[in-house]
């Protein structure tokens, strides 16, 4: 693994690796996880009975062609369930009507041309503006534009 980010509400975690995959995982509270732990889980739970768990729910196979190096979930007020991620692109997911805790579904909202992204961080507070880091030393702010699915760039040196 290469990179987490935590959603605002805290409930859902996404990870970027090596293989080009992004994961999916979801918090289960010390209740939900006392109900879903199998015998693998009965040791830990005796020493940690009041914790929760962090459980991988899905999978985006190939989200990228090469390793995700950063991920980055979005501030709420972007709308629910969004998060970028970048290696060799800079993609933005966003989770589909139809996707449960248990099961979710994202789908691809934006991807940008090819270039060797390190990193990707939304604005905190603003889920129009995210910057990335490159290869090539550049700082790039994004605006993404929900009117038509489009994110544009400005490069700042």
Known sequence: ???????????????????????????????????????????QQETTPNQGLWKCVGRLPQAHQSEVLSVSY???KAGHGRFASCGDSLQIYR??????????????????????LNSVQWHPRDGSLLATAGDDGRVRVWTYGKIANAALSTTLK
């Open 95 to 116: 989770e589909a009507l139809e996707s449960t805790s248990d099961h979710p579904l994202f789908a691809l909202e934006v991807s940008s041309t090819r270039l060797n």
């Open 74 to 76: 979005a501030p709420a």
């Open 1 to 43: 693994l290469w990179s987490l980010a935590v959603s605002p509400g805290a409930t859902r975690l996404v990870s970027g690796s090596a293989n080009a995959s992004i994961g999916i995982y979801k918090c289960y509270t010390a209740q939900e996880r006392k109900a879903i732990a199998g015998e693998e889980t009965a040791v």
